[in-house]
Structures are given as structure tokens and as C-alpha cells.
């Protein structure tokens, strides 16, 4: 059965050109883009998208660095979509990422490590709905 996710191409890889590659290895994955959208966080969007992480100490630097520069965001599909973009993007700490993942080959560190996603179906419908209307959804 199909099941929607969403990811965002973080400022580290747009800035790096890595958005291709990674679209690329995404699509070979047989994920469905639904839609996609290029922008530019502000403060305000950064913070409500990461206000789970709010107390955390690190929430400051988290929203300073996605503000830092273009993203992509899109909402995905195919079958398992959720688990299986978690096995493709690796471990948040590219240093302990499995080899072959996008983390492993594209991150920098935890905060700059190529790439978001999902960590539950429910939590992916959030996100989805917090960029894109059902009327873009394709």
C-alpha cells in the first residue's frame, strides 16, 4: 500500500549541488514526487516546522542554520515510504551513518546532514500539510 512522506534537501546540499543527486537517488528508490517547492525559510517558518525541538538547546542553531539558505521541500510516495526514507537518508549523525546512505555520503555533521524526513506517517501528513495544500499534491 502507498504511503506519503516528506523531506527537505537542506541548505548544506543546495549550496553544495548535491539537490540533483539526491532527487536522483530518491526517484531510483521509487519514490513518487507529489510536489516540490524551492524557497527560503524565515524565522518564523523555520520555527514553526522545528517547534517540536523547541526547548531543546539546540533549537536556536537549528532554526539559524535552515534559514541559512534555499531548501527544497517535497512530499513523497511509494509503498513504506516512511521507514524506507529513513533507511535511504542514514543515521542523523552522518559520522554514524550506514555507508551507501545519503547522510553517510552528503552530511557534514548532525546539524548539517543533507537531508530531513519523516518519522512517522502521522507526523509526515503534518509536515506535508505545513508547506503544501491538498490541491498540489499530484
Given at each position: 500500500?502507498?504511503?506519503?512522506?516528506?523531506?527537505?534537501?537542506?541548505?548544506?546540499?543546495?549550496?553544495?549541488?548535491?539537490?540533483?543527486?539526491?532527487?536522483?537517488?530518491?526517484?531510483?528508490?521509487?519514490?513518487?514526487?507529489l510536489?516540490?517547492?524551492k524557497?527560503?525559510?524565515?524565522?518564523?517558518?523555520?520555527?514553526?516546522?522545528?517547534?517540536?525541538h523547541?526547548?531543546?538547546?539546540f533549537?536556536p542553531?537549528?532554526?539559524?542554520?535552515?534559514?541559512?539558505?534555499?531548501?527544497f521541500?517535497?512530499a513523497?510516495?511509494?509503498?513504506d515510504?516512511?521507514?524506507?526514507l529513513?533507511s535511504?537518508?542514514?543515521?542523523?549523525?552522518?559520522?554514524?551513518?550506514?555507508?551507501g546512505?545519503?547522510?553517510?555520503?552528503?552530511?557534514?555533521?548532525?546539524?548539517?546532514n543533507?537531508?530531513?524526513?519523516?518519522?512517522?506517517?502521522?507526523?509526515?501528513?503534518?509536515?506535508?500539510?505545513f508547506?503544501?495544500?491538498?490541491?498540489e499534491?499530484?
Open positions: 500500500m502507498s504511503q506519503r512522506t516528506f523531506t527537505i534537501v537542506k541548505p548544506d546540499s543546495v549550496e553544495k549541488g548535491n539537490f540533483g543527486k539526491i532527487m536522483a537517488r530518491l526517484e531510483g528508490e521509487g519514490f513518487k514526487v510536489a516540490i517547492r524557497l527560503q525559510l524565515s524565522t518564523r517558518q523555520a520555527e514553526g516546522f522545528y517547534a517540536v523547541k526547548e531543546r538547546p533549537f542553531d537549528l532554526v539559524k542554520y535552515m534559514t541559512s539558505g534555499p531548501v521541500v517535497a513523497l510516495e511509494r509503498a515510504a516512511v521507514p524506507h529513513r535511504v537518508m542514514g543515521a542523523t549523525d552522518p559520522a554514524k551513518a550506514d555507508a546512505t545519503i547522510r553517510k555520503e552528503l552530511g557534514e555533521s548532525i546539524e548539517r543533507a537531508i530531513h524526513g519523516s518519522d512517522s506517517p502521522e507526523n509526515a501528513a503534518i509536515e506535508i500539510n508547506f503544501f495544500p491538498t490541491s499534491l499530484f
